[in-house]
């Protein structure tokens, strides 16, 4: 095997990126209107259909992280790495779509799940929710530029900048004008291109270093830890952490909710569920080449796990096979870019212009400059960033810590006629401060104060396991459940939690928000909300006739609308 990257000369990394978004923008030219609406620009008048919704949350999730993250988690962890980083990833999709119906029957016309929440309690809270949002895409466009960039400069002559700044470019032209719809017509094809790709080369690296009997013999060289499907030091550093996470992204992610609110409210659950197992199978497979690298005793190049994907591609497949994996990745993630720029874009259209500067009598021409500005803006910013190769990781453990901060005020509000607005945003500061201060270690973790956070973060996981389980079964087996995992929590993990500092903080985040929010909502003499009002607070900001003229009719080609139909 050839340790060294393979590399392909400028002209033919430039015509291979040519070749990509060139097709996905003249793709785009099909579905372009001359007078675009704002709310088709937003969530397509949601009418989105199944095919087409399924694909696109499945692409959409499917970023350059899932790459590079699954197989350094099989290269770490062995054969439970893959497993989870994208079972758990997968139960992100999932466990929305309980929610998800809850929040479709509250506000059927809205864009934004920060409407609903604007509705609900007004505009603080609901600028909580659009702040993590705004942070958390910014963020990703961040991670995906800068894999991009990295893809280039390692695979051809280009510099890294060279390779952020075409990647931003690229997504940028094909997403500006049509927004969200341009998103999920691309996302369907960049998810069968990714499927058949992904299809070729897993097995073809396989087969390449030696087939079933290399590997198994492969498996001797691991360590007990590495061999072990159950491995603690897999579930406790990132499967225990990766579950925390399910509910924080999947209700804090505008990527999602805005699939939520676009997709037809028919086709909700059979485009959830087939998201779920489309992108479970597909990272799980990838995180398979990082196993295969762990058993032929590889050594990253330059000690970078990012290039395990790239060497094994490289060590073991002629550039044909590299070219292939070099749009696989540059598809995957494209299709979370464009995502990331339409979730911004309805974010500043909706949450801020349309409920907070234009209260309510926004003008949709104006929205859809403020869309499209936005994303302008957000590109540009994405390019920076990312051609800086900044270290991300501090703005990623926020943005995680706030939509864990979010997950019961969100629920509750959407639930729970009782919560106010006051406990809502109270809430999520506490959780912030207090997630802050176990995550930096701001105290010493042992002692009394430990066993503080040790409980808050047995009430937290008590409230996941919760929530999760009411999602499915109802209230009275979700306050069970929860029960029963907070009771298990206090038994077996204070006393040692405090060691394990990402997933204390994590729990602790929601722990400490549930009991802020339930406190104060139980002292409030505020009357009990009436849900029905939200219903006429939230509705679309076009009149259209013909709502079915897109994504699920005739503004499409006729082979997606074939696959927006049942």
């Not at 990082?290 to 490289?314: H, R």
């Not at 540059?330 to 500067?357: F, P, R």
């Amino acid at each position: 095997m050839n340790n060294e990257l393979y590399q392909f000369s400028t002209l033919t990394v430039l015509l291979l990126l040519l070749a990509f978004y060139g097709g996905t923008y003249l793709m785009t030219l099909g579905i372009r209107k001359k007078n675009e609406d704002a709310d088709a620009f937003m969530v397509s008048n949601h009418r989105v259909g199944f095919g087409i919704g399924a694909a696109s949350m499945t692409a959409t999730w499917i970023w350059a992280a899932s790459f590079y993250a699954a197989a350094t988690s099989g290269y770490t962890y062995g054969v439970s790495g893959p497993i989870h980083y994208g079972l758990w990833g997968a139960l992100m999709i999932l466990f929305i779509y309980p929610f998800g119906r809850r929040f479709r029957k509250l506000a059927p016309n809205a864009h934004t799940l920060g409407e609903l929440i604007h509705a609900r309690h007004g505009s603080s809270s609901q600028l909580i929710l659009a702040l993590s949002n705004v942070l958390g895409s910014v963020i990703s466009l961040m991670v995906n530029f800068t894999a991009a960039g990295a893809l280039v400069s390692v695979l051809s002559p280009l510099s890294f900048q060279a390779g952020v700044i075409i990647a931003g470019v690229g997504v940028l032209l094909y997403t500006l004008w049509s927004g969200f719809r341009a998103s999920v017509l691309t996302d369907f094809a960049q998810l069968v291109a990714l499927m058949a790709i992904a299809i070729v080369i897993i097995p073809a690296v396989f087969f390449a270093m030696g087939g079933p009997s290399e590997l198994v013999a492969g498996l001797d060289t691991l360590t007990p830890e590495q061999a072990s499907f159950f491995s603690m030091d897999a579930i406790l550093n990132q499967g225990a952490p990766f579950f925390v996470a399910v509910l924080a992204y999947a209700i804090g992610n505008q990527t999602i909710s805005q699939r939520l609110f676009a997709v037809n409210e028919d086709h909700i659950k059979p485009t959830f569920l087939t998201a779920t197992v489309g992108y479970g199978a597909i990272v799980i497979g990838l995180g398979m080449i990082g196993l295969m690298a762990l058993t032929t005793g590889m050594e990253p190049l330059n000690g970078d796990m990012n290039n395990l994907i790239p060497q094994m591609v490289s060590g073991y497949l002629p550039p044909l096979f590299i070219a292939l994996f070099f749009i696989l990745v540059i598809g995957s993630l494209s299709s979370t870019a464009d995502s990331d720029l339409s979730a911004l874009s309805a974010i500043m259209m909706a949450d801020v212009y349309g409920k907070n500067i234009a209260r309510g009598k926004a003008d949709p021409k104006r929205m859809l400059l403020v869309g499209r500005l936005t994303m302008i803006v957000a590109t540009m910013v994405g390019v920076v960033f990312a051609s800086f190769a900044l270290d991300i990781l501090v703005m990623l453990v926020f943005v995680g810590a706030l939509w864990g901060a979010i997950v019961f005020p969100v629920i509750a509000s959407c639930f729970w006629n009782r919560v106010t607005n006051q406990a809502f945003t109270t809430s999520v500061l506490v959780a912030m401060v207090l997630f802050c201060v176990a995550r930096f270690e701001l105290v010493s973790l042992d002692g009394g104060s430990g066993l503080f956070f040790e409980l808050l973060a047995s009430v937290g996981g008590g409230v996941i396991i919760g929530l999760m389980v009411f999602g499915f079964l109802g209230r009275t087996a979700g306050f069970i459940a929860g029960l029963l995992a907070l009771v298990a929590m206090l038994v077996f993990a204070t006393g040692f939690l405090h060691e394990y500092t990402v997933l204390l903080a994590s729990l602790t985040a929601y722990g400490a928000s549930t009991v802020v929010c339930v406190v104060m909502s139980l002292l409030s003499r505020q009357p009990d909300f009436d849900f029905d009002t939200i219903r006429e607070r939230v509705g679309d900001y076009d009149s259209h006739e013909d709502a079915a003229a897109d994504v699920d009719g005739e503004a499409l080609p006729a082979s997606a609308r074939l696959a927006g139909q049942r």
